[in-house]
């Protein structure tokens, strides 16, 4: 792909994120700072020989690569390193913390509960359901009609009870109910707001 099939497709990505689809083909040359429709639809084919756009009922749509994002080399937490001059691969966030997205929810977190399990409020956990779960997942739960996000542990009488991750929180021992609506399999965080 060339620099300026680059900047097309950033141009259609900025598109897509405000209007989450595609103006029609002539529209497109606003869209993305062409001067000709002839010019849009050669744009369009490389894109779709490149694998970011695909034709469907004759109407251009994002793929899965649409989305992806370079992976980059690894970079240390520690001492620096020298930066990796490979070509990097492209993943989506999906690819990377959804196995089955027919299983798969999110949930924002409010509150501070979670905090010493590195689990902050604004984030969204990344749950998945109907996957066995054992004492010590972080799971969300539905526990006497309120939803909430803890660690599920077993007591000495072999009841489940659940632990928060801050020590400002006492467990939580089900009256009533307890029913697991699935085991967290990540978090995202949106560092900069």
């Known amino acids: 792909m060339t620099e300026h099939d680059e900047k097309h497709l950033a141009k259609l990505r900025a598109h897509w994120k405000r209007h989450a689809a595609f103006p029609s083909m002539a529209k497109l040359c606003d869209t993305v700072g062409l001067s000709s429709t002839s010019s849009v639809f050669a744009l369009v084919g490389r894109l779709v020989d490149a694998g970011y756009l695909e034709r469907v009922d004759g109407r251009i749509a994002p793929t899965r690569k649409f989305f992806a994002r370079p992976l980059l080399s690894p970079v240390r937490a520690g001492q620096p390193q020298p930066a990796s001059q490979e070509e990097p691969e492209v993943l989506t966030i999906d690819d990377y913390l959804i196995d089955d997205p027919n299983r798969t929810s999110l949930h924002k977190v409010r509150g501070d509960s979670m905090k010493d399990a590195g689990i902050f409020e604004g984030d969204l956990v990344v ?59 990540g978090v995202v965080r949106k560092t900069r707001r």
Request: proline share 10%; with cysteine; hydrophobic share 40%.
């Open 127 to 185: 749950v998945e359901h109907n996957t066995p779960v054992k004492p010590g997942d972080t799971v969300v739960t539905c526990v006497d009609d309120e939803l909430t996000v803890k660690t599920l542990q077993l007591d000495g009488a072999g009841k489940f009870f659940l632990q928060p991750a801050n020590s400002a929180y006492p467990p939580i021992f089900p009256r009533t109910s307890l029913e697991v609506m699935g085991i967290v399999i």
